[in-house]
Nanobody, 122 residues
């Protein structure tokens, strides 16, 4: 069992930055691939980025250059650095864990955090 807790969300003006953290606990939590997703009201949960156990990362082209993902296996924490934020980035951000490699599909993940709200004002 793996427990995930996101933090770092909040209200920020357009153009600002936030760094989200996802603290993982539980047995062998640092052996899981991790993904970040966001979900705006009335929309489906969307993939934001993924990182493998060894640190291989993937950010969708639409977010590349603004979002980066990293992990500190010693601390069991995964980070999502978000720069040049836009109002359309407003959503609840979730981290998720799965065995194997990361996936862009939320259905492939076994464990989820409760989410942290990010609101970007104009």
């Amino acid at each position: 069992q793996v427990q995930l807790v996101e933090s770092g969300g909040g209200l920020v003006q357009a153009g600002g930055s936030l760094r989200l953290s996802c603290a993982a606990s539980g047995r062998t939590s640092n052996t899981y691939a991790m993904g970040w997703f966001h979900q705006a009201p009335g929309k489906e949960r969307e993939f934001v980025g993924g990182i493998s156990r060894s640190g291989i990362t993937y950010i969708p082209d639409s977010l590349k250059g603004r979002f980066t993902i990293s992990r500190d296996n010693a601390k069991n924490v995964v980070y999502l650095q978000m720069n040049s934020l836009k109002p359309e980035d407003t959503a609840v951000y979730y981290c998720a864990a799965r065995s194997g490699f990361y996936s862009i599909s939320p259905r492939e993940y076994d464990y989820w955090g409760e989410g942290t709200q990010v609101t970007v004002s104009k």
